[in-house]
């Protein structure tokens, strides 16, 4: 959720795009610190793929007075081939203090963001085994949560600590040692966090016990049976009152709880919360299907931050509101009749926490689809007209700078457009469709098969080009690989009937596009970059309407 609206978008483009003007030498370094960097973050070398991570127990103590960190994670991993070295990610300003082995201390190495670690003898391949990280250090402080990660150390009006982690797109090896690729998603795992005595940690699952240590600390432990990836595990750190309640959902009970400061204890403020997220958890299961985590429950806690989708356990900052802090980005008044980042963050339990991309690349997966759960949660309760028009409204915000996808294997997402551009994108799949049940069952399809599951682009347009029975192929390379819409030209031919084809970066361009006479309803054509009589009785260019409110495309006549 790091950039859910476009304004606070076109403040960090501006950021990105003007400091390295500064000098051609500090543009250099920005590009040589990328390749050697982020590429031992973003490709999968064989000291990655050699191991699959099978169960993490992450077990941390957070001193707040001095902002600093200590503990350990357990690794336990089956090996994917036989090998003696693999590489670990822990980002280089945290100290690497001992690694554990069978009851003795690895030799490792460190290059940036990477840890190198050596085995005595060869692991081989289909055997379960496990080593621990030892590590402690002042993590990188956030200055603007969440779009920028790392620790958010704050307090709340009572003076009382109130701290969090949010880390999406720098990296979960921010503040904890652990496989930093999308591609790779633990099994399940444990986590242990000890804060001073007084306080409350609520972290993603459930909660299995508490323990009263000796030196002013508690340590809570809260147990997480799904997959999940490495963004997504965080602390919350507050002076929490908890409530709950349930939500009979398509696979039963499911347990709602919320974690909010104790200041905001107040009836009001509950109620908020808990309208918005029944409602919430009521369309998304209509459209997409069953929560994905019944395990590990559904909680929303009180942050410091706007909010974050961290799996089972949602960051909340909304301030108690409807819209965005209030606002409504698509400035059709539909945006202001729920709470942005309940309806938000929780549509990325599917599209995100369950369906995750396993490159940051594909991270357009995510956001499309979850930008797009806006819409849907409109139409659930005010209409499929109500739904079209918010997503028309957030086109304002679209700047066609570059594309949705980005590079391969450098951990590097593409645009910002992703959010607006990718649910005006899934309105116009939809609208192709003339169907909204078969639209529907593609929906709830995407999450059955890829439940739980690493994607990437071609998984997930095959799947929906298949389902849809279009070829739909090069509107998703338009639309996610290029940075340009097509253009949909018409002329009238010599026997005065009227002739379209798209114009379009894509070879062999074709994509169906509703239009007709004014008044009358559209009708669906289907052209690709050849011109092709349009076989409408009575169409002409006085009288020619094309539906370029649900369909996000230029339009030349001639």
């Known amino acids: 959720m790091r950039r859910p609206i476009r304004f606070l978008i076109s403040s960090l483009l501006v950021l990105v795009i003007?400091?390295?003007?500064?000098?051609?030498?500090?543009?250099?370094?920005?590009?040589?610190?990328?390749?050697?960097?982020?590429?031992?973050?973003?490709?999968?070398?064989?000291?990655?793929t050699c191991y699959d991570i099978q169960y993490y127990h992450l077990d941390v103590r957070v001193d707040i007075e001095n902002k600093y960190i200590s503990g350990s994670n357990l690794f336990k991993f089956q090996a994917a081939a036989s090998f003696n070295r693999l590489q670990f990610d822990l980002f280089d300003n945290l100290n690497v203090d001992r690694i554990e082995y069978r009851g003795q201390s690895l030799p490792f190495q460190r290059a940036h963001n990477a840890v190198f670690l050596d085995f005595p003898?060869?692991?081989?391949?289909?055997?379960?085994?496990?080593?621990?990280?030892?590590?402690?250090?002042?993590?990188?402080?956030?200055?603007?949560?969440?779009?920028?990660?790392?620790?958010?150390?704050?307090?709340?009006t009572n003076g009382r600590p109130f701290v969090a982690t949010a880390c999406q797109g720098l990296g979960a090896s921010v503040w904890w040692p652990n496989k930093d690729h999308q591609s790779d998603e633990v099994d399940s795992m444990l986590i242990s966090i000890s804060v001073p005595k007084g306080l409350i940690n609520v972290s993603n699952g459930r909660l299995i016990g508490t323990e009263d240590l000796n030196n002013g600390y508690q340590k809570f432990h809260w147990k997480v049976e799904n997959p999940i990836n490495n963004y997504n595990v965080a602390l919350n750190i507050g002076d929490y009152i908890h409530f709950k309640e349930n939500y009979q959902g398509e696979e039963g009970s499911l347990d709602l709880d919320y974690y909010i400061l104790r200041e905001n204890n107040q009836k009001k403020k509950k109620d908020h919360l808990k309208k918005n997220v029944q409602e919430t958890l009521e369309a998304f299961e209509h459209w997409f299907g069953p929560y994905p985590f019944y395990k590990d429950g559904y909680k929303i806690v009180e942050t410091a931050h706007l909010g974050m989708e961290h799996q089972s356990a949602i960051a909340y900052g909304n301030r108690y509101q409807n819209g965005y802090l209030g606002h409504d980005a698509s400035n059709t008044g539909w945006g202001n009749k729920w709470d942005f980042i309940v309806i938000h963050e929780s549509g990325h339990e599917w599209f995100g926490n369950s369906?995750?991309?396993?490159?940051?690349?594909?991270?357009?997966?995510?956001?499309?689809?979850?930008?797009?759960?806006?819409?849907?949660f409109i139409d659930y309760f005010y209409g499929k007209k109500a739904s079209q028009d918010y997503v028309h409204g957030n086109r304002s915000g679209i700047l066609n700078d570059s594309p949705l996808q980005g590079?391969?294997?450098?951990?590097?997402?593409?645009?910002?457009?992703?959010?607006?551009?990718?649910?005006?994108?899934?309105?116009?799949?939809?609208?192709?469709?003339?169907?909204?049940?078969?639209?529907?069952?593609?929906?709830?399809?995407?999450?059955?098969?890829?439940?739980?599951?690493?994607?990437?682009?071609?998984?997930i347009v095959e799947f929906i080009s298949d389902e849809s029975g279009f070829n739909l192929r090069p509107l998703f390379a338009q639309y996610v690989q290029s940075t340009a819409i097509p253009t949909l030209e018409i002329r009238t031919a010599e026997d005065g009937s009227l002739q379209g084809r798209w114009i379009s970066d894509i070879p062999n361009f074709q994509m169906p596009v509703h239009l007709g006479t004014k008044g009358q309803k559209k009708v669906r054509i289907e052209l690709n970059d050849k011109f092709a009589k349009i076989e409408i009785p009575d169409l002409q260019k006085d009288n020619l309407e094309i539906d370029t409110y649900n369909y996000y495309i230029g339009t030349l006549i001639q």
């Open 407 to 459: 590079p391969y294997h450098v951990n590097k997402e593409g645009s910002g457009d992703m959010y607006l551009k990718g649910g005006v994108l899934h309105n116009m799949l939809r609208t192709i469709l003339e169907d909204d049940e078969k639209w529907r069952s593609i929906l709830r399809g995407l999450n059955k098969k890829f439940y739980h599951s690493g994607v990437d682009y071609f998984e």
């Open 355 to 376: 369906i995750t991309a396993k490159d940051i690349a594909d991270m357009w997966i995510h956001e499309s689809f979850t930008n797009y759960s806006e819409a849907l």
């Open 18 to 48: 003007f400091i390295p003007k500064q000098g051609t030498a500090q543009l250099m370094r920005a590009k040589e610190l990328f390749s050697k960097v982020d590429s031992l973050r973003g490709q999968l070398t064989p000291l990655r």
């Open 121 to 156: 003898q060869y692991i081989e391949k289909g055997k379960i085994d496990s080593f621990t990280v030892h590590y402690s250090g002042h993590p990188l402080q956030a200055t603007r949560a969440p779009w920028d990660g790392g620790f958010d150390w704050k307090k709340d």
